[in-house]
């Protein structure tokens, strides 16, 4: 089948690295832990809070809990005001390259895991998030990347088989179970590269 839709992750793909911009840093500082070992734990128990399971609060109160560091209330909140802000640097290339997807006349959508916090917060304050024709996102699919069914329900919204699909992300596992559904995945380089790998698979971008 010929391909008619690419969809594209948000975190390090829309937005760019939150490493970059000194706020895991300051997370940490705030935990009394180096980088190191905050992300040893950040990232590992991110998958509930993701998922749409647990609160930012609870997510970062459960995981510092086991670091034995126990902040109160209102630093959680700050943390979890932090962490949101660390998505929010939109990569401009990016929506570039999904608003010509648009236009050379393929259904465009986001596929990403994502807390119900930001989600509500980026519809609001992000025009990207009003572009594509469909966005599927873990905490409203109840399941994350790389599991399948956040897959199906992407290619449903977009009402296309896995074959009519291209899918940016930037984690190669991701991309693995993408490929075994029979969607044409890629890792995520950067905006130029992906705009050179559609133009090869024949779309005018």
């Known amino acids: 089948m010929s391909i ?18 000194g706020s895991l840093e300051e997370l940490a500082g705030m ?21 749409g ?41 990016t929506v ?5 997807v648009k236009k050379a006349g393929l259904k465009l959508g986001i596929l990403s895991n994502m807390p119900h916090e930001f989600l509500a917060m980026a519809r609001k304050q992000f025009p990207v998030f009003s572009l594509p024709h469909a966005g599927v996102f873990s ?11 956040i897959y199906r329900d992407c290619c449903a919204a977009l009402r296309l088989e896995p074959d009519e699909l291209v899918f940016f992300d930037d984690m190669p596992v991701n991309i693995e179970a993408a490929c075994s559904l029979g969607m044409h995945g890629f890792v995520w380089r950067d905006p130029d590269a ?6 090869m698979l024949s779309i005018p971008v």
């Open 4 to 21: 008619k839709g690419v969809a594209f992750d948000f975190g390090k793909v829309i937005c760019f690295p939150p490493e970059d911009d």
């Open 31 to 51: 935990a009394g832990m180096d980088r190191k070992a905050f992300e040893a734990l950040l990232w590992p128990a991110r998958n509930e809070y993701d998922r």
């Open 53 to 93: 399971t647990i609160s930012g609060v609870e997510y970062y109160r459960n995981f510092l809990a086991k670091a034995g560091v126990f902040p109160d209330e209102e630093t959680l909140k700050k943390m979890v005001v932090i962490d949101s802000a660390s998505w929010t640097r939109i990569n401009p290339g």
């Open 96 to 100: 570039r390259l999904m608003e010509d």
């Open 139 to 149: 905490c409203e699919s109840a399941s994350i990347k790389p599991e399948e069914k």
């Open 194 to 199: 992906a705009r050179e790998t559609l133009r």
